[in-house]
T-cell receptor, first 117, second 116 residues
Framework: KQEVTQIPAALSVPEGENLVLNCSFT??????LQWFRQDPGKGLTSLLLIQSSQREQTSGRLNASLDKSSGRSTLYIAASQPGDSATYLC????????????????FGQGTILTVHP | EPEVTQTPSHQVTQMGQEVILRCVPI?????FYWYRQILGQKVEFLVSFYNNEISEKSEIFDDQFSVERPDGSNFTLKIRSTKLEDSAMYFC??????????????FGPGTRLTVL
């Protein structure tokens, strides 16, 4: 059974800092990994999708890396801003016992990021 | 930019009542999902739906739950007899027709269900 863990659970940084959020997964046979942002009481906004064949994916100040063999992904946020304050979630699609996946995502518990001015 | 929409944003119901949560996926998407998030807990998968049938469902998705695509645009989740523990935020998601595995899932804003 796939388990997804995110550390740290919470992070508080001053504006302008570069920071790294970590995601680990127990089953390395993943198709891709998706990072989301969730604002309090709101939906999930997709930030980045990194395919299993990729090592990195970039979008603006965000950079996600993936190391399948070690079961890890990191989300790097450059020059953090107060508007980046949110919960960041990672998720991987799950394959059933027969190796088929219909896209079921298994989520980590998230990292709560606070960027203070 | 196309987005997934959900109605209502907040639903309050009495235990034992039926509720229907509605979603309009992105128009060219063919894979649809429901997830839920109990306050303070992880987002959990409920069900995936493709070609007018359930592809996969979780243990949570018991006989009290059903999904339907009643027309070309809506995707609904019905809970027949709500329990207190069904109180959660329910998210609808959709992904492109080229396959469920390789594509991003786009989530709606959620419906907060409160069962009293």
């Amino acid at each position: 059974k796939q388990e997804v863990t995110q550390i740290p659970a919470a992070l508080s940084v001053p504006e302008g800092e570069n920071l790294v959020l970590n995601c680990s997964f127990t089953d390395s046979a993943i198709y891709n990994l998706q990072w989301f942002r969730q604002d309090p009481g709101k939906g999930l906004t997709s930030l980045l999708l990194i395919q299993s064949s990729q090592r990195e994916q970039t979008s603006g100040r965000l950079n996600a890396s993936l190391d399948k063999s070690s079961g890890r992904s990191t989300l790097y946020i450059a020059a953090s801003q107060p508007g980046d304050s949110a919960t960041y979630l990672c998720a991987v699609p799950h394959a059933n016992a027969g190796g088929t996946s219909y896209g079921k995502l298994t989520f980590g518990q998230g990292t709560i990021l606070t960027v203070h001015p | 930019e196309p987005e997934v929409t959900q109605t209502p944003s907040h639903q309050v119901t009495q235990m034992g009542q039926e509720v229907i949560l509605r979603c309009v996926p992105i128009s060219n998407h063919l894979y649809f999902y429901w997830y839920r998030q109990i306050l303070g807990q992880k987002v959990e998968f409920l069900v995936s739906f493709y070609n007018n049938e359930i592809s996969e469902k979780s243990e949570i998705f018991d006989d009290q739950f059903s999904v339907e695509r009643p027309d070309g645009s809506n995707f609904t989740l019905k809970i027949r007899s709500t329990k207190l523990e069904d109180s959660a935020m329910y998210f609808c998601a959709s992904s492109e027709p080229t396959g469920p595995v390789y594509n991003e899932q786009f989530f709606g804003p959620g419906t907060r269900l409160t069962v009293l």
